[in-house]
């Protein structure tokens, strides 16, 4: 949907631009509101030295006199304006800061939201060419930078460059030599903060990246402390870290030291910029110069003193940018990072057919039905005539000639031909490597074919929508994946609609139902990492459930009872047979046992299928896997 | 807890000292330069000669460079302070881990860990700088910045006391409210972040179910959540900028207005403009210490919760730990188990493991059969004594595990987990886990008895293949083969195989076995195995049900006299006959 956008978009264009555009655009009322207090609050910061400078020279039109009166008749109308206006500002501060602090987080929710759902989107290849850590990492650390970006570095950007230039023009309205001067120094400050900021900049994008590193290393340790304990490898794995950590610890030392001398520098450069202006301001009184002023003022002490604290105000302002420098470093390389995976190419899904529930009349027409049948049906409109057919939904799948390649270079299944009639069970043995699981990446696409056909129900699985192909498709899969929840929400995964005496029923016809109802909470036992107090067997038996609660036409098994041990698989076994009546069923296995029953045996080897037929067929043949069955041949 | 923290400082001791030190120099300078500066005011408009400005201005440039020294030292010494110190916090908590029995492990989860170590020690990294240099500096500029405020403004100075602690009260109401919004909203973020880990490693079941809407509604809720949580924190926290605005305005209308009255009501005798406009200074700078302050604290407050992660971490007292004077030598490849019971947690009803008993002869080749949680991986974990026996002994070579040195247990008892695991590295690097001085000619006689030479001479580096992070790159059953030759590279006494050919083919897993029995005839050889096959050849072998040991005996006296053997068997080789 979004496809020509991507391209339209250069791959250039500065994060920080878009981060920011990004913002305007989540809002567009907001942002300007804010950005007008924060204008108004930075004005009415930086005009005291008009105040100071009208009071003092009042005083001094008084001081000799000592008549307070008729000052305070001159002074108080002046304190009073002063007053309005605080309170103005303290209005305008205190909305800015509230609205910063809703936009700031509701921004960032939003980018989490577009992140994560851009992530869903993606195709499985993404999460299998990129390390889980570094996706994480877009979560954590590159959100956190856009967090400091808009919510600090951004305000206090926009707040000090209108102190800073009202500040100059108040300058320039009261003495232009003084200006000049400041000018001077203002440009050694940037020159400073450009090169020490740049250098903490430099050091903070490198520590973030061996802060990666260090988490890759200590993340693969951790998971593999049981290996380290077992070859009594502590002290190479310490050592291995010592490295990271120092290295580590060269990146953050440096990026702190300079962030940290930043602030005297400033800081000092503003001092001596201060006694600058002081002696000038003297030179300038005591030799009566002519003064070059927008107000056309003439040089005298109620000029010098505010511009000594104008001095100190532009310092500091620059000092606060100077500052903000390095988390804006940060936040583009963050907000690029992130951006970069908003820009993935989304898994395409040009499918156009659907599945929806069916009810077939006596005469076997189909129709499509809004409530839930129980049947379902392919809808298959035409854009030719526009007309709409429908498919009862059998699970009849049909590879012709499949090429298959992960990198182009190096194919991986040629020539694959598998004919699975409904209800049929088809078996894949074979080595691995030998293609066998990527067969199955095919089906539910996972992996698009090079070349080919992959029909479903006659349908060419191309012009299926992948969400409703997927749908009618249970996958268990070697490797099972729980989420957190209770055994309950982890069996309902499969079907949403699902009540709780339908899970327990699932439950059972996997054979999980016993060692469930076993668990300290049965079915409400809550699940934390991945099931991590559960074995790999009642995992799996957890992912058969779930399977089951699904009830789809077709099942692909890919070595889902490869961790159960024989005796527990005999009772798995009775579970799937039931589960896998009338449907059909794909069956990835090792073990020759799981795969007897098959309909359709296939022999895969280096992505050829070699043989086909059922058991006994095979034996007979007296082939590769009559050898494999008697234990004869290896496939690899 | 800060004592046991502050044992990381160790060889970083001197940067830490040196920089508040450094930094009370710059905070005393600071105080003094408007203090001069004032005077060079005043000195102007009493019209002095210009050699007074120039002196003045030398002093003040002097006292600049001097800050501008203090302060840039400070600077580099708090960062390399902090920065060493987290350095040494971090491999601490990594010596403690590498300590840690698998009882401990269990207890964290592995990201767990990694948090721990990188985003907590940050946190107590940036507080700990903090501590060096902001809540030194601040007190004392607070401190020093009242006292010139007195010394210059005189009455003057006594607004400060309105509203200082106006400012006070109002940080600490804010910090107050603040923190445990924060603290709430911190845990409900690393658990939406684990949620996205969770995600990410099982995006294939998210995708095969279709789920990906579910996923994205289940995310949105979780994270609007956190939003609305997060928001509220924060706004309070925006309230503080607008109190230091006020007060800021305060004390300036207050300066200008009182100040104005007292100069003139006293024609200049008790504070004169140059005053005034120090007063304006000194009195920013006492409320932005007073601000600094209150940052440090809401920085400490919300770093205590890290400091007590990495604490808990390093705190965890390793369940099992070398004995005095450890045994260093294994004398032969025997195991016993007299009276072993086994439970995970203390506290557990039912035992893991109960009343095992068991010798094994060096040199036996032992298969072990049993269902799922029949506790066999539990049994052979404690050969290495990966864990400890809740009750009874277990015996390598007649001696108690728990009386050797881990070292030497370990050395001499090789294991195959289950779960088995590569390292990133190549090939080679894996393999050396098992010796690091094995020859290439040690490394493909070892890969040769696993059945792995020829797949990794396929490869088209060899031995130098690189494996990646999580060994991807190979397939299950190559790992498991790799898993073996690096087990058996350390020539044990004691080889145990934990289920761990469950990927390779029936032939190759024979293969392997043939190999091993010729060529380490020597070796104790326990397996765990799902097949019969696997351990039909074996000495002696286990069944194992429900954490005890139902039978033991061959292969022939099993099938006469053992009802779930016969099953078994009768199950795993009823397709051969039918």
Not at chain 2, 318 to 325: K, M, Q, T
């Amino acid at each position: 949907m979004k496809k020509d956008r991507a391209p339209a978009r250069p791959a250039g264009r500065n994060p920080l631009l878009r981060a920011v555009g990004s913002l305007r655009r989540a809002y567009p009322v907001l942002l300007p509101l804010t950005i007008v207090c924060i204008i108004f609050s930075a004005i009415v910061s930086s005009i005291p030295a008009l105040f100071i400078q009208r009071v003092i020279s009042i005083i001094e039109r008084y001081v000799d006199s000592g008549d307070w009166a008729g000052a305070s008749a001159e002074i108080m109308p002046m304190i009073l304006v002063l007053i309005g206006l605080y309170v103005l500002s303290l209005l305008s501060t205190f909305t800015q800061t509230q609205l910063l602090a809703y936009m700031t987080q509701g921004y960032l929710y939003k980018m989490r939201c577009r992140m994560f759902n851009g992530m869903q989107n993606l195709p499985v290849r993404y999460f299998d060419t990129h390390k889980h850590g570094d996706i994480m990492s877009h979560y954590t650390n590159d959100i956190d930078t856009l967090r400091q970006l808009v919510s600090q570095s951004l305000p206090a950007l926009l707040q000090a460059g209108v102190v800073v230039l009202v500040v100059f023009f108040i300058m320039l309205w009261f003495c232009g030599w003084l200006t000049l001067l400041i000018l001077l120094g203002v440009g050694a400050m940037f020159l400073v903060s450009r090169k020490v900021g740049g250098g903490s900049a430099r050091f903070f994008v490198r520590q973030q990246q061996t802060l990666g590193k260090a988490e890759g290393y200590v993340q693969e340790m951790m998971n593999g402390l049981k290996v380290i304990k077992v070859f009594c490898h502590e002290e190479q794995s310490q050592q291995g870290f010592d490295a990271v950590n120092e290295e580590l610890f060269g990146d953050s030392f440096r990026a702190h030291a300079y962030a940290n001398m930043l602030g005297p520098l400033i800081m000092n450069i503003g001092n001596v910029l201060y006694v600058l202006t002081a002696m000038c301001g003297g030179l300038l009184l005591l030799f009566n110069v002519p003064n070059i002023s927008l107000s056309g003022m003439p040089i005298a002490i109620s000029i010098v003193v505010p511009f000594l604290n104008m001095t100190k105000q532009f310092t500091g302002n620059v000092n606060q940018v100077s500052q903000e420098i390095s988390s804006i470093v940060m936040a583009s390389a963050g907000a690029g990072r992130i951006f970069a995976l908003m820009d993935q190419p989304p898994e395409t899904d040009e499918g156009y057919v659907t599945l929806v529930n069916a009810t077939v009349d006596p005469d076997g027409t189909v129709h499509e039905s809004a409530a839930r049948t129980g049947r379902w049906a392919w809808k298959h409109p035409h854009q030719a005539d526009g007309s709409v057919t429908y498919t009862l939904l059998q699970g009849d799948v049909r590879l012709t000639d499949v090429d298959f390649a992960y990198v182009p270079e190096k194919p991986v299944l040629h020539n694959v031909t598998v004919v699975a009639e409904p209800g049929k069970k088809v078996a894949f043995v074979g080595a691995t490597g030998a293609g066998k699981t990527t067969i199955t990446n095919l089906i539910n696409r996972f992996y698009d074919i090079a070349d080919g056909k992959i029909r479903y129900d006659g349908i060419n699985i191309n012009k299926i929508k992948k969400a409703d192909l997927r749908r009618s498709l249970g996958v268990v899969l070697q490797d099972t994946n729980l989420f957190t929840g209770t055994v309950m929400d982890n069996i309902r995964y499969g079907n949403l609609d699902a009540d709780d005496e339908a899970c327990i029923q699932a439950a059972r016809l996997a054979g999980a139902d016993d060692f469930i109802s076993r668990l300290p909470q049965g079915y409400r036992t809550l699940l934390t990492n991945n099931g991590a107090n559960l074995s790999q067997g009642q995992r799996q038996l957890l992912a058969i459930a779930r399977a089951a609660v699904a009830d789809p036409p077709v099942m692909i098994l890919d070595e889902a009872t490869s961790s159960i041990d024989t005796r527990t698989e005999v009772i798995v076994q009775r579970g799937m047979d039931r589960l896998m009546k009338g449907r059909t069923v794909f069956v990835i296995a090792h073990r020759l046992s799981t795969v007897q029953n098959a309909d359709d045996i296939m022999v895969l080897d280096h992505g050829r299928i070699i043989e086909r037929g059922n058991h006994q067929a095979l034996l007979e043949q007296k082939g590769v896997y009559y050898q494999l069955y008697t234990g004869a041949f290896e496939l690899e | 807890m800060i004592r046991r923290l502050a044992r990381c400082i160790r060889d970083y001791k001197a940067p830490t000292i040196w920089t508040p030190v450094l930094i009370i120099g710059e905070a005393i300078l600071e105080s003094l330069i408007p203090f001069i500066i004032a005077e060079l005011v005043n000195q102007i408009n009493d019209g002095c000669p210009f050699e007074t400005i120039v002196r003045y201005g030398l002093i003040l440039f002097g006292m600049a460079c001097l800050s501008l020294c203090f302060g840039g030292l400070a600077g580099y010494t708090a960062a390399r302070a902090a920065g060493g110190f987290a350095k040494n916090l971090r491999h601490d908590m990594y010596a403690c881990i590498q300590q840690y029995s698998f009882g401990n492990i269990d207890r964290f989860s592995a990201s767990s860990l990694v948090t721990r170590m990188t985003t907590d020690v940050l946190y107590v990294q940036m507080s700990f700088m903090q501590i060096i240099r902001t809540a030194v500096r601040c007190p004392l500029m607070f401190i020093f910045s009242i006292v010139m405020a007195y010394v210059m403004g005189g009455a003057l100075a006594t607004m400060f006391v309105v509203v200082v602690p106006i400012l006070l009260f109002g940080l600490l109401m804010i910090a107050r409210k603040a923190m445990p919004a924060f603290h709430r909203v911190f845990r409900k973020y690393d658990r939406l972040n684990e949620a996205v880990e969770e995600n990410v490693r099982a995006m294939r079941t998210v995708k095969g179910f279709a789920r990906e809407e579910y996923e994205k509604e289940k995310f949105a809720a979780a994270s609007d959540d956190i939003r609305r949580d997060f928001t509220r924190a924060e706004r309070i926290v925006a309230l503080n900028s607008p109190l230091m605005q006020f007060c800021i305005y305060f004390n300036m209308v207050a300066v200008l207005f009182f100040g104005s009255r007292l100069i003139i009501s006293s024609t200049g005798a008790a504070i004169n403009v140059g005053q005034l406009s120090s007063m304006l200074t000194y009195g920013f700078q006492i409320l932005m210490s007073l601000m600094m302050l209150s940052m440090v604290y809401v920085i400490l407050t919300i770093s205590a919760e890290s400091a007590h992660r990495i604490l808990e971490v390093l705190e965890e007292v390793p369940a099992l730990r070398d004995p005095e004077n450890p045994v260093e030598t294994v004398q032969d490849g025997s195991v016993d188990f007299d009276g072993v019971c086994f439970k995970y947690a203390p506290d557990a009803e039912k035992d893991t493991l109960a009343d095992i008993r068991l010798h094994i002869a060096s040199g036996q080749t032992v298969g072990i059969l049993g269902g799922t949680g029949s506790s066999k991986s539990t049994l052979v974990q404690l050969i290495p004594r990966l864990y400890d026996v809740t009750a009874g002994t277990v015996s390598v070579g007649g001696i108690d595990v728990r009386r050797y040195s881990l070292q030497a247990l370990r050395d001499q008892v090789s294991m195959v987990l289950q779960n088995n695991q590569l390292f990133s590295g190549t090939i080679r690097d894996n393999l050396r886990w098992g010796n690091p001085d094995a020859t290439d000619e040690q490394m493909e006689q070892a890969c040769r008895i696993a059945c792995a030479d020829d797949f990794v001479r396929a490869f088209p580096q060899g031995y130098d293949t690189m494996i990646s992070q999580g060994g991807t790159n190979v397939s299950g059953g190559q790992k498991q083969r790799l898993c073996i030759a690096r087990a058996l590279l350390k020539k044990p006494k004691i080889l145990i195989f934990d289920d761990s050919t469950s990927a390779v083919d029936t032939k190759t897993d024979a293969h392997i076995r043939a190999q091993l029995a010729q060529a380490l005839p020597q070796t104790t050889k326990i397996i765990i195995a799902q097949r019969i096959a696997s351990v039909q050849q074996a000495d002696l072998i286990v069944i194992m049900d429900g954490g005890r040991i139902t039978a033991t005996g061959t292969h022939d006296q099993l099938l006469q006299t053992c009802q779930i053997y016969q099953d078994l068997w009768a199950q795993q080789t009823g397709g051969a006959t039918a």
